[in-house]
C-alpha cells in the first residue's frame, strides 16, 4: 500500500498488545525533519513532553516513516495533529518546488502557429512604438514556448509527495472532464484578447497579461469551473503553496522578473514567503502600451495539455519547464 503525505493521511493507529503501546507512522518528507526535530531535539522533547508521547525518526541514512508511539490513543492521535499543524505552516514559507500550468505554445496545430506569430508581432510593435517608454524593454517578454497559464503553486518535499499529487491529478481530472468536457466539441478552444496588469498604476507594472475567454456560446464559465473545482480538489491535499477560491486566467506576457532570470520565476523564491521584494523588480510604464494594444487579439488557442512544472528543471529541448507527468485534456471515451 502507497502511503499518502500526512496531510491527506487516514493512517490508522495500531494497537500493539504485547507491548500494550499504540504506534501511528506518518509519511513525511525529510525536509520537515529539522524543524520537528528542533536545535538539540528541543523541539522533538517538548512536544514528547506535552503529549506524552515518543517520536522515532528514521537515521539520517535511511528512509522509512516517523513513529508516535504512546500508552494512550489519544495522546497518539494529539502529537500526530501537532506535527501536522507544524509542517502544513511550515509548508507555506517554503519556496515552491512545482506548479501546475497549461503550456500556449507546446503544439503544432495551426492555431499555434497563429498565436506564435501574433505574439512577436506584439512584441514588435511594442518595442518599435514604447520602447522610450521608462523600463520598457525585450528582456520584460515572456519567451513564446514558455507562456502558460498557471493553475496552482505547490511545495512538494518527497518522491511520495509527488506521487500522491500525480494521482491525484489523473483520478481528480479524469472525473472532472467527464463533468465539464463530455463530447469532443466541448475540448477547450480559448481566445486571447485584451490586457491587464496586476496592480492599479498603469505607470508601475511588474506584469502584464493577456485576458483568457472560453470560446463557447453555451457555457463561457465551463473552463472556469473546471479549473476551480480542480484547484479545490488540490487544496485539499494540504500541499498547495497559495489556495485561491477562484483561479485567475491570465497569460503572463511580461514580467519585470525576467529582467534577472528568463523563467521570472526563480527569482521570486528568495524571499522567506516566496515573494519578491520590492527592490528586486524594476516596475516599467505600461500607459502607451495600454493605450496603444490594450484590444490586441492574439487569437485563439486550444489547451490541450496539463502540466505538473517543476521549478528548477528546464525541459531545453521543448523549450518549456521541466514535467512530472501530463495529463490530456480531452474527452473521457
Known amino acids: 500500500k502507497k502511503e499518502e503525505p500526512v496531510e491527506n493521511s487516514d493512517d490508522t493507529i495500531d494497537y ?22 528542533g536545535k538539540n531535539a528541543e523541539a ?20 522509512g516513516t516517523v513513529k508516535i508511539r504512546g500508552r494512550n490513543k ?14 502544513d505552516r511550515n509548508r507555506q514559507i517554503q519556496p515552491f518546488t512545482h506548479f501546475l500550468s497549461i503550456p500556449i505554445c507546446q503544439s503544432s496545430s495551426s492555431l499555434t502557429t ?45 518522491k511520495s509527495e509527488i506521487d500522491f499529487i500525480k494521482d491525484t491529478l489523473q483520478d481528480c481530472t479524469k472525473s472532472l472532464l467527464q463533468q465539464f468536457m463530455s463530447t469532443d466539441k466541448e475540448r477547450f478552444i480559448v481566445k486571447l484578447k485584451g490586457l ?23 457555457n463561457k464559465n465551463r473552463l472556469q469551473a473546471f479549473l476551480d473545482s480542480l484547484n479545490e480538489e488540490l487544496s ?3 500541499l ?29 523564491q528568495k524571499t522567506a514567503r516566496g515573494r519578491v521584494k520590492n527592490q528586486e523588480r524594476e516596475s516599467f510604464d ?25 521549478m528548477h528543471q528546464p525541459d531545453r529541448q521543448a523549450g518549456y519547464y521541466g514535467c512530472e507527468t501530463k495529463i490530456s485534456l480531452k474527452p473521457i471515451n
Open 16 to 37: 500493539i498488545a504485547k507491548e500494550n503501546m499504540f504506534v501511528c507512522e506518518m509519511d513525511i518528507a525529510p525536509a520537515f525533519y529539522g524543524v520537528l526535530i
Open 44 to 63: 522533538k522533547q517538548k512536544l514528547e513532553q506535552d503529549t506524552n508521547t515518543q517520536l522515532i525518526f528514521p537515521r539520517r541514512d535511511e528512509s
Open 74 to 87: 489519544a495522546n497518539v492521535q494529539s502529537a500526530r495533529t501537532r506535527i501536522e499543524i507544524i509542517i
Open 114 to 158: 497563429n498565436f506564435k506569430k501574433n505574439y512577436e508581432e506584439f512584441k514588435k510593435n511594442v518595442l518599435e512604438k514604447c520602447s522610450n517608454e521608462r523600463g520598457v524593454t525585450t528582456e520584460l517578454f515572456q519567451q513564446a514556448s514558455k507562456l502558460h497559464l498557471t493553475v496552482a503553486t505547490l511545495v512538494l518535499l518527497s
Open 196 to 218: 491587464e496588469f496586476m496592480n492599479d498604476d498603469p505607470s508601475f507594472v511588474d506584469v502584464l497579461y493577456a485576458k483568457v475567454q472560453l470560446v463557447d456560446e453555451t
Open 236 to 238: 485539499s491535499t494540504g
Open 240 to 268: 498547495m503553496k497559495q489556495k485561491f477560491e477562484r483561479i485567475k486566467l491570465h497569460v503572463t506576457l511580461m514580467n519585470s522578473l525576467l529582467r534577472k532570470d528568463d523563467t521570472g520565476i526563480l527569482e521570486a
Open 286 to 310: 505600461a500607459k502607451n502600451i495600454m493605450r496603444l494594444f490594450g484590444q490586441f487579439d492574439f487569437g485563439q488557442i486550444e489547451l490541450s495539455d496539463l502540466h505538473l512544472s517543476i
